[in-house]
C-alpha cells in the first residue's frame, strides 16, 4: 500500500487514540446514566411512562415537526408510515436502489412493490432529473393516479432517503410528486439534524421515518419513530403501533389488526439524554469534516463527500469517494487490517435474490458508486 494511505490509517488511528477504530459508535455520559436509572429504580421500563411522551415532544420540536410518534426500530416506522399514507398490496412504490435493506423491505411487508430508481452524484440520493424523463416514459395518470404501463399497478408513493445525512433535492422531488400525484415519504433514517435550504429532513413528506439505533447520530438502544404534520395520521400511527386498542379502563377492545410497535420506556429515556446533545454531536461532525478535509486535500484519487449545494448535512457517516482506477476492497483490506473500520456502501437493492424481479429504471450512476463509495470512521469527537 503506498504512503498516503498508511498516513491516512496513522492519521484515524491517533485521532481516536484507539488500535481499533470502529465505524460509529454511540457515547453516553450520567445523563444516560441518570435517566435509565429513573426507570429501573422506578419500575416503568416498559410499555407504559412518561419518557416515550417527553421523547416524542423533544424529537418533534427538534425536527420542527407537529408530531412524532416512537416505535421500536426504524423499520417499522417505515413500516407504519407507508401504511398510514395508503399503500397497498399490489402498489409500486419508487425507491432509490442504493439505500440500506430496510427501505425497500418495509414496502414489500405490505405486498407492495419497490420500483428501483437511481441516484445523483451530487446528493447520493433520488436523481429528480433522470426520475421525471423515466416516468414521462413508462407512466400515466389515469383517474388523478399514476400508473406504470409496463406492469399496469399503480405507482403510489415515492420513498427517497437522505445517504449518509446528505439532504436529497427536496423542491424537485416535491414539484415530481406533484405532477405525478405521488404520495412523498422521507426515510430520514440518517438524517437528524441535517436541513434542505434550512429546513429539517423528514418535514418534506407527508410522513417520514426516523432510526435511533446503535449506530445512528443519536441512539435509544434500537428505536424509530414516525414523523408528520397531519394530526390525524399522528393519531392513527400511534393506535396502529399500539396494538390498535381502543381505550377502555379495562375492556380489550381492539378494532383491527394492529403492530407491537411502542417505543419501551428505558429505550425513551436514553433518547431524551441523547436528544440533549445533538447541537454537540453536529458541531464535532462537522469538525471531524475538516479534519477529514484536511487529510484528503493532497489525497491522489480519493476525494470526501461534501454536503450537497444548499444543505446542511449532519455527516452522520463520513464517506470518501474512490477514483475508478482504485480496486475497492483491497483499499477495505488494508484499513481495516490497520484498525480502521471501513465499509463499502450497500450492495445495491436491485441485486438482492429477493428484489431482482421487481421493475427497475436505468441504474448507471448507482453501478458506479457501489464500487466508489467507502465509509470511514464517524464516531462524533472532540478534534483537536
Ligand atoms: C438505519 C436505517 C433504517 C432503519 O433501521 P432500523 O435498524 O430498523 O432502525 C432505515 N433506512 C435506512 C436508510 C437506514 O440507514
Known amino acids: 500500500m503506498n504512503k498516503q494511505w498508511i498516513k491516512f490509517a496513522e492519521n484515524i488511528n491517533q485521532l481516536y487514540r484507539k488500535n481499533f477504530v470502529p465505524l460509529h459508535e454511540p457515547t453516553f455520559n450520567e445523563k444516560e446514566v441518570e435517566y435509565v436509572t429513573d426507570c429501573v429504580k422506578t419500575g416503568w421500563v416498559s410499555s407504559v411512562g412518561s419518557y416515550v411522551t417527553r421523547f416524542e415532544e ?13 416505535v421500536v426500530n426504524g423499520t417499522a416506522a417505515l413500516h407504519i408510515a407507508l401504511k398510514i399514507v395508503g399503500v397497498e398490496s399490489n402498489d409500486e412504490v419508487l425507491l432509490p436502489s442504493l439505500t440500506f435493506i430496510a427501505t425497500a423491505n418495509a414496502v414489500s411487508y405490505l405486498q407492495a412493490i419497490p420500483h428501483f430508481v437511481d441516484v445523483n ?8 432529473f433522470k426520475l421525471e424523463k423515466y416516468l414521462e416514459e413508462i407512466a400515466e395518470l389515469r383517474q388523478g393516479e399514476l400508473y406504470n404501463k409496463q406492469t399496469n399497478r399503480r405507482i403510489k408513493a415515492l420513498l427517497p432517503m437522505h445517504t449518509f445525512g446528505h439532504p436529497c433535492m427536496m423542491d424537485e422531488l416535491i414539484t415530481l410528486c406533484e405532477k405525478y400525484k405521488l404520495i412523498l415519504i422521507e426515510d430520514a433514517a440518517e438524517s437528524l439534524g441535517s436541513y434542505y435550504k434550512g429546513k429539517h429532513t423528514g418535514t418534506f413528506g407527508k410522513v417520514s421515518a426516523m432510526s435511533f439505533n446503535g449506530n445512528k447520530i443519536i441512539t435509544t438502544g434500537g428505536g424509530g419513530a414516525i414523523l408528520t404534520n397531519d394530526e390525524e395520521l399522528a393519531d392513527y400511527a400511534k393506535h396502529l403501533t399500539t396494538t390498535a386498542k381502543v381505550p377502555h379502563r379495562w375492556e380489550f377492545i381492539h378494532d383491527e389488526i394492529g403492530f407491537n410497535y411502542r417505543m419501551p420506556n428505558i429505550n425513551a429515556a436514553l433518547g431524551c439524554a441523547q436528544l440533549e446533545k445533538m447541537p454537540e454531536y453536529i458541531k464535532q461532525k462537522r469538525n471531524l469534516t475538516k479534519f477529514y478535509e484536511n487529510l484528503v486535500a493532497n489525497f491522489e484519487g480519493i476525494r470526501l463527500f461534501r454536503e450537497p449545494f444548499n444543505t446542511q448535512s449532519n455527516y452522520w457517516l463520513q464517506a470518501i469517494l474512490l477514483d475508478e482506477h482504485y480496486n475497492r476492497d483491497e483499499i477495505l483490506g488494508f484499513l481495516n487490517e490497520q484498525g480502521v473500520m471501513s465499509r463499502p ?30 465509509n470511514i470512521p464517524s464516531t462524533p469527537i472532540e478534534v483537536r
Open 121 to 128: 452524484e451530487e446528493t447520493l440520493g433520488v436523481d429528480p
Open 345 to 374: 456502501i450497500w450492495t445495491p437493492m436491485h441485486e438482492l435474490e429477493m428484489f431482482i424481479q421487481c421493475p427497475k429504471m436505468d441504474l448507471a450512476v448507482t453501478e458506479r458508486l457501489k464500487q466508489r463509495v467507502i
Open 58 to 70: 423533544d424529537l418533534a420540536k427538534f425536527v420542527g415537526v407537529k408530531r412524532a410518534v416512537a
